[in-house]
């Protein structure tokens, strides 16, 4: 299982999309050749429940073309794919397409229906949305990739996959042709979507990211460079000092999981040196209705101008729900920074870092 950033999908597209032409020049229209079929899509038995909709089966979708949107809601590469699904629903809804979101938790936290209903809210998602907790539906179409698109026409055959963010011209025009095919008409609208993509939804830097997903907790951490060795799921002091490019530590008491580390008192904190326009990380209070205060600094000063979305010019914060957090969108000429995140309260959990 993968999240695929913008920077792999061209590559990935090139091998696994079928059809032709270069990402940087927009087909004049609707896909000319016929889209192959590639199967028979398998449905989605195995949701443990639907949001926005009563639970659709493949049979009750017959006659539409429908496109499948595998997300998660953490996952930066979704998160700014959002947009255009939402915009591809309303704009086609009318003439045949029907979106249909696949929610399949790679962390933990994300199989929580709370959680899960406060994203779709935050993102205002409004097309139906299978929540697959159990990676049932995940399993069954054989998908490993976060975001994957599986287009599917009005006779229920898979024609045109898509995985990583990215390549969105292709997708829409491959969108209108099996529109034009179902109803033997030629595209009402030919022309692409453009949707706003505010704050952690704008789309990547992609000249200027030299820093990769990067994840805190043992089962996947790279790059962990605090002198200390990590105990695993055992509360343990680390320190932090110089770090090269894309290297990270802990300082303070710390809890290592599988998944995140949890920090074991106030002033705990986490570092980076990283080179990208934006840096997220996912966090969260530690439990439900809690909150952490937060101070972020970038080279030992408040972040000013290049503070994120989620912090203000000082550098000042509040996790109350666990989600990626935007904190910093470098907004001069992007260069190495040393990242740094100090947890005023105990409690708080560090999962991944991710870059624009």
């Not at 913008?6 to 091998?15: D, N, Q």
């Not at 399949?104 to 205002?124: C, H, S």
């Not at 980076?272 to 909150?291: M, N, Q, T, Y």
Request: charged fraction near 20%; glycine fraction near 10%; aromatic fraction near 10%.
């Amino acid at each position: 299982m993968k999240r695929i950033s913008l920077a792999l999908a061209g590559g990935v597209a090139a091998i696994l999309l079928a059809a032709a032409g270069s990402a940087a020049t927009a087909p004049a229209g609707p896909l000319s050749g016929k889209l192959p079929v590639e199967g028979t899509a398998p449905g989605f038995d195995g949701a443990v429940t639907w949001l926005n909709s009563a639970p659709l089966t493949s049979k009750q979708l017959r006659g539409k073309v429908v496109l499948v949107d595998f997300w998660t809601y953490s996952c930066i590469n979704c998160i700014r794919t959002v947009p255009y699904a939402r915009a591809w629903a309303s704009k086609y809804k009318d003439q045949g397409l029907a979106v249909v979101g696949v929610h399949t938790p790679e962390f933990k936290f994300e199989q929580d229906l709370t959680n899960v209903n406060a994203a779709v809210g935050r993102f205002q998602i409004d097309f139906p949305i299978a929540v697959d907790s159990k990676q049932s539906i995940w399993q069954a179409w054989g998908n490993r990739y976060w975001p994957a698109y599986y287009l599917v026409d009005a006779n229920g055959k898979i024609r045109y996959k898509q995985f990583g963010e990215g390549n969105y011209d292709k997708m829409e025009r491959a969108i209108q042709s099996l529109l034009a095919e179902a109803s033997g008409k030629p595209a009402v609208d030919s022309g692409l979507v453009n949707p706003a993509t505010p704050a952690e939804q704008m789309q990547p830097d992609l000249d200027n990211v030299g820093s990769g997903e990067a994840y805190i907790g043992y089962r996947q951490a790279e790059n962990f460079r605090s002198p200390e060795r990590v105990r695993q799921d055992r509360l343990q002091q680390y320190s932090v000092g110089a770090l090269q490019l894309n290297e990270w530590g802990l300082s303070g008491q710390w809890t290592v999981g599988a998944e995140s580390a949890v920090a074991g008192q106030a002033d705990a904190a986490v570092a980076h040196r990283f080179s990208a326009r934006d840096l997220h990380l996912v966090l969260g209070a530690g439990k439900p209705g809690a909150s952490v205060r937060i101070k972020v600094t970038l080279d030992g000063q408040p972040p000013g101008a290049d503070h994120g979305a989620d912090i203000d010019a000082d550098g000042n914060g509040v996790v109350s729900a666990t989600r990626l957090y935007q904190l910093v969108r470098q907004s001069g000429k992007v260069r190495q920074r040393r990242f740094e995140i100090r947890f005023l309260d105990k409690g708080a959990e560090a999962y991944a870092f991710t870059f624009g």
